[in-house]
């Protein structure tokens, strides 16, 4: 006689996989929605890193050093945010392993003033300077604070997301 698990071990697992599911659609949502809103107002991808060395060496080649920067500073802020990840997860692994929360909710706490910052710098800073100032369409006296926040932001949710997958 072949015993089956009781029937709330089969309907929690599948919730929970059903739970995981939802949070990879949202967080591949959330990705897409950072490159396109990145892509419109920085000309620069938030979770691409490719895309950015591309813009990096055209820059370089162009001599519109400061471009050069900022695609670099993008690409370094996105590695950053996975690191933060990665440390908050080893954290709330070693400190609060049963934890009523997880580290999403950690990051969550910390990358949402990020997104609103970005929204505020690019209101207030980025988005309203002359173009062509230096040559390269980007004034470094206005900055271009908010890319650097919102690749940050989706370093840490890609760290997320592989988390979740595996």
């Not at 967080?27 to 950015?52: E, K």
């Not at 709330?92 to 505020?120: E, H, N, Q, W, Y």
């Not at 002359?130 to 690749?151: H, Q």
């Amino acid at each position: 006689m072949i015993r089956r698990p009781p029937r709330s071990t089969l309907s929690s697992s599948s919730a929970a996989s059903d739970v995981y599911k939802r949070q990879l659609w949202a967080l591949a949502f959330l990705s897409g929605w950072a490159d396109i809103l990145c892509v419109q107002r920085y000309f620069a991808f938030a979770t691409m890193l490719t895309g950015n060395s591309i813009y990096a060496s055209q820059s370089a080649s162009q001599n519109c050093w400061h471009n050069t920067l900022v695609y670099c500073t993008v690409i370094v802020c996105f590695c950053l945010g996975m690191v933060l990840f990665r440390l908050i997860d080893l954290l709330m692994r070693k400190r609060c392993p049963r934890c009523a929360f997880g580290p999403s909710t950690v990051l969550g706490l910390v990358l949402f003033p990020c997104f609103i910052m970005a929204d505020v710098t690019y209101f207030y800073w980025d988005h309203d300077f002359p173009d062509g100032w230096f040559g390269c369409g980007k004034d470094p006296e206005y900055g271009v604070w908010g890319i650097t926040l919102i690749s940050f932001s989706m370093g840490a949710v890609n760290g997320l997301s592989m988390k979740i997958d595996n």
